[in-house]
């Protein structure tokens, strides 16, 4: 057998199993292979009958004394049988598995895993787990067994089965592809090692071994592809050269003092402008750190230099506002600011392609609808995206293609441990704003149950007649747009209804058509609506400094990062704010992640506690960071393997960027591979 061979070659794998196993993900005998297990149980340690401990899994060796017998009781079908080892006998009970009164064979001797309880002053092992001791190998008792996410009815037994005689038969095909100077200093096992005992660990420390080296080898693929990408772009010439650096008008027209976070960024950009490679660049600053002006900044910059700048937001409602910013500081300094948008009709967008395409528009701000191909720049020499969370590299690679090389900025608020960064975002430079504008108040925050409406609304009801405004983030609901829909519809009548009865109420809701939002927020931004009731559309970068109260319902359904954007909306003006956590929860782990946002404002700590609480895979959502699905690296948990991947990596890129030397031919081909089979194609 080849590993490349598909698995409805093997043995005993007939059309129906292969279907099943295709569903799990698994083609080709390597990706069998690759199928690690979701979990082990230790069933290494064998007890004698006559030690054998109560209330607790067992697993026991014995001589079947005779043939199962099966009766019935009601509706249930009981098989009983006795084993016995060395003169002591224990009793044996399966439910509803009548067949195995043919199946065990009287006089055998068979391993039993089970729990063991105490019936009628009897001992009794219910449901063991079964495996014949003959002169094959033992894959099911007597050792640590591997468990796998198998669905479709694929039984674990079947599945240890099968892999363990494929692993015999490909053992020798298994090469060793990291090279060996990383392999020794960083104390990796060989692969097929790693590989048998990733399935079959002879003990908990070849486990480890085995593991380490797995992880260790997905996201070394990783991290030194993206190495090699961020050098490639580095070695880019941008077709955007910028010789006048200067950005004193603009600063003037901000208003206030750049923070020195702020002006050691920008310096930072400027650094950049200066070599006359493309700028790739990541910008992290926590909710209200002021991005917004140092990406207007780099737009000033660009423009200045008669090059336009492209600026993608992730929602039609963010857009709007950077537009309606960007205009009011631009267009004193004649510099014109279009805006892409969903709610536009053809006619109209055609208009402002030909102004992108003959120039006449300077800086263009819109949704991903700016990346899209009807949009043909004359001089594009700059591309912001804002709250980048919500974009992958892919999206990013999209952007860069569309002019002659221009510089690339992203903006995010969601911040990272640094390790995780350098996957997540391995291509770029990272920048952090880590500084807040001066005078920012405090927001009050509290975590309350449902108890306390009420008096919340009534809060709400003198804050609105004191003329300052609130947002109340409406209940979640589990599934179906269309009920969330219908919900947000509902919960704003009863509050018109029955609440707010004098005071101006209005709801917005990612369903509604683009224009009906923007017609809402404009409105909430002047001031003539006082409560904004809305799904999650306002998460990212709404910034209306006249709103003082964040009521968020349903709290608990909300990650510890969204609640922190959604509290971020608030604390933007002179006024003192507030933000009220709503929920029944009695979860103790919910009650945790609200006292943390009770407790702290720091964006960094809270996204550390949110990791440390949900797991990677809720925290970053699915795949939309553009990297391949990784089969076995945890992104949280193994951070400290990280960290010495990314050691391992910069050594390797140091002394073999190109992977040219003999050595690495093996990592280099697998390093293709590993991209090329994933739906992501991160290519050089
Ligand atoms: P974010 O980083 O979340 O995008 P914004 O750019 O929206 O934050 O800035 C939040 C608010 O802070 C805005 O009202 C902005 O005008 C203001 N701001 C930004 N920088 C400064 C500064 N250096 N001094 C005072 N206010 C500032
Ligand atoms: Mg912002």
Known sequence: MQLSQS???????????????????????????????????????????????????????GRLIAKPETMRMKSIQITKARIEDNGAILELVWFNQPYLKNTLKPKAEYMFTGKVCEKYARLQMENPDYEIIDNGELLN??????????????????????????????????EEFIPDTVRKNFNLCERSFAIENIHFPKNDESFFLARKRLVFEELFLLQM?????????????????????????????????????????????????????????????????????????AAFIAVKNGFQC?????????????????????????????????????????EIYEKIKNSQADIIIGTHAVIQDAVKFNALGLVITDEQHRFGVNQRNLLAEKGNNPHILVMTATPIPRSLALILYGDLDISIIDEMPPGRKKIDTISVNTNYRSRVYNFIIKNASEGRQSYIICPMIEEGENKELKAVIEYTQKLKDEVFYNIRVECIH???????????????????????????????????????????????????????????????????????????SKNKITAQRLKVMTQTENGFEISEKDLELRGPGDFFGTRQHGIPELKIANLYKDIPILKEVQKAAQWLYSVDPDLKLDENQKLNKRIERFFEFSDYKISL
Request: charged share 25%.
């Open 310 to 350: 492209a600026m993608m937001a992730p929602t039609d409602v963010l857009a709007n506002q950077h537009y309606e910013s960007f205009k009011s500081i631009f267009e004193p300094l004649n510099i014109n600011c279009v805006l892409l948008s969903g709610a536009q009709k053809k006619k109209e967008k055609n």
């Open 225 to 297: 592809r993206l190495l090699q990408l961020k050098g490639n772009i580095k070695k880019r010439k941008s077709g955007a050269v910028f010789n006048n650096l200067s950005y004193n008008e603009i600063k003037e027209r901000f208003g206030f003092e750049l923070t020195n976070a702020q002006k050691k960024v920008i310096n930072e950009i400027t650094e950049d402008f200066k070599t006359n490679t493309a700028m790739n660049r990541l910008i992290q600053g926590d909710v209200g750190s002021g991005k917004t002006a140092v990406a207007m900044t």
């Open 510 to 584: 990612g369903k509604m058509k683009s224009a009906d939002k923007q017609e809402i927020m404009k409105e909430f931004s002047e001031g003539k609506i006082d409560v904004l009731i809305s799904t999650t559309v306002i998460e990212v970068g709404i910034n209306i400094p006249n709103a003082t109260i964040m009521l968020i319902e349903n709290a608990e359904r909300f990650g510890l990062s969204q609640l922190h954007q959604l509290r971020g909306r608030v604390g933007r003006g002179a006024d003192k704010s507030y933000c009220i956590l709503i929920s029944d």
């Open 141 to 174: 008792s007597g050792r640590i067994i591997p468990i796998y996410a198998s669905t479709y009815k694929f039984s674990q037994k079947l599945f240890r089965g099968l892999i363990f005689e494929i692993l015999k038969e490909i053992k020798g095909q298994l």
């Open 7 to 61: 698995i409805s070659e093997i043995k005993n794998i007939g059309e129906q199993r292969t279907k099943k196993l295709n569903k799990l993900g698994v083609f080709t005998i390597e990706d069998l292979i690759e199928y690690f297990p979701r979990d082990y149980d230790d069933r290494s340690h064998i007890t004698k009958i006559s030690e054998i401990k109560l209330n607790q899994v067992n697993t026991i060796k």
